[in-house]
């Protein structure tokens, strides 16, 4: 995937520099059909296989253990709202993207990341122990111990999403001039998804570590890691 065809836009819509939220809507209206169809075919085909694996794990599981980290961050029912923005949070960056050459190697380097988040699970079934709550007290809880379970834990695709969405988030904004406070937000956001992931106890530490390796990994074979942090193209 070429750096400068990820983050492009045509010359005749290129905005001035302390104008960047100009880029905004040309950006947007670049393919939306294939944005939202192809996120929401995305996610119903990546959910499918993520329920079958969670309910039929093909070898014995193994317990994640729990560090001191684990044991220090409480269980916070409050965070939920943060762990489920995770699903507003992923859609950003393919939204920003502004040819369809982009758009889709994007959406390839994603496809990867979650193939192999789901090749771990396949290989490696992980789960974590539930701590002693009672769940009864937090109903708003009940859907998301239906669907999300305590399998499925290492690496946890919720941190690598968050993650890699914002590596790539990060880039485009600095491509579009955006402020640094901006940025900025979106980072603190991504931080509050991956701490809602062990605030709600949905996994540990080490399963959001490996989460966060995740991203960064397929990221940099992707997006080579000194195009990455350089000056926009």
């Not at 939306?32 to 014995?60: E, N, R």
């Not at 990867?112 to 002693?132: E, K, N």
């Not at 809602?196 to 399963?207: I, M």
Request: charged share 10%.
């Amino acid at each position: 995937m070429n750096p400068e065809d990820a983050l492009a836009l045509p010359a005749s819509v290129a905005p001035p520099q302390n104008l960047w939220q100009r880029e905004v809507w040309p950006r947007l209206k670049v393919a939306p059909l294939l944005k939202t169809l192809g996120l929401s075919v995305f996610l119903t085909i990546f959910f499918i296989i993520y329920l079958w694996l969670l309910k039929h794990p093909m070898y014995a599981v193994t317990r994640m253990p729990l560090t001191a980290l684990d044991r220090v961050i409480p269980f916070q029912p409050e965070t939920l709202l943060l762990y489920v923005s995770l699903w507003v949070y992923v859609g950003l960056p393919a939204l920003l993207f502004g040819s369809h050459k982009s758009l889709i190697g994007y959406g390839f380097a994603a496809c990867v990341l979650c193939l192999i988040g789901l090749a771990c699970f396949y290989l490696w079934p992980t789960a974590i122990a539930r701590p002693d709550i009672d769940w009864v007290r937090y109903p708003a809880f009940a859907f998301l111990q239906h669907i999300d379970a305590a399998g499925n834990a290492c690496p946890s695709l919720h941190v690598a999403s968050a993650v890699f969405s914002a590596i790539w988030l990060d880039r485009l904004l600095r491509a579009m001039r955006s402020s640094a406070a901006l940025r900025v937000l979106s980072a603190l956001w991504c931080f509050g998804i991956v701490y809602s992931t062990l605030a709600t106890k949905q996994h540990v530490a080490l399963d959001a570590l490996a989460g966060a390796a995740l991203a960064v990994l397929v990221t940099m074979a992707a997006f080579p890691l000194k195009r990455q942090l350089g000056p926009p193209a």
